[in-house]
């Protein structure tokens, strides 16, 4: 993500906040070093979806072991937390962007759609929280109770961009359902980028949920 914004807007100062509940990965991710030989046990897997020209842009090379350049992991702050605890929003604050991919799948409907709830209040007025790898239900609900509003731009190739999650379902628990225009919430189901409003904790009448949830099903 870094080098993805940084290379597109030089001009914009990027502060990151990556957070983790396990150590043992805050702090292998920290220290960005991973062996390009796969018999080693550092796991090559970070670097399987790229391209030579991808990983030269992003590691500096040292024989089989790879490290990510000085340029890249400048202004990131590691931390160990539980993103599903409340007190998570004190030392982060408010933030522009939130990205929360590939962990809420591993927790059950109730307690995935309690944690998106909390992640969803990290988020700035306007700001936008890119979340994917999470029950389609799950996310839709959430999406629908807050009244955020999907990114459309892109919306099919982010989807779509992970074959091996579309290729596990409907027989993996983390599989991804294809992409289906006739559902009248596909805008909303199908997102994975949002645009949340000036508050996304819902008003107590509903008004908010039953305005957006009315507005993205009568869409086709
Ligand atoms: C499959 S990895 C995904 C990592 C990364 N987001 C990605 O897309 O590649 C899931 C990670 O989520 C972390 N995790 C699970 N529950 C968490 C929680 N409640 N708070 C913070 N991190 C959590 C795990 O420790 C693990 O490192």
Redesign the pocket.
Known sequence: MAWRIRSARPDLKLILHA????RQ?VEFAERGVYSVDSSQLAPTRVLEHMTTAEIDELFDRNGDVVSVKSWLREGINWRI????APQVLEPLGLQDIVVA???LC?MDASDADS?LRNIARLVRPQGYLFVS?IDLDVRTQVACDLGWQPVEELIEEIHEADAGMRNDWPFHYGGLEPLNKIRRDWRVRYASAFELGSSSIPSSDGAVQDETFQRLTQQT
């Open positions: 957070v983790d509940i396990s990965a937390g539980d993103v599903g991919n590939n962990f591993h944690c790898g």
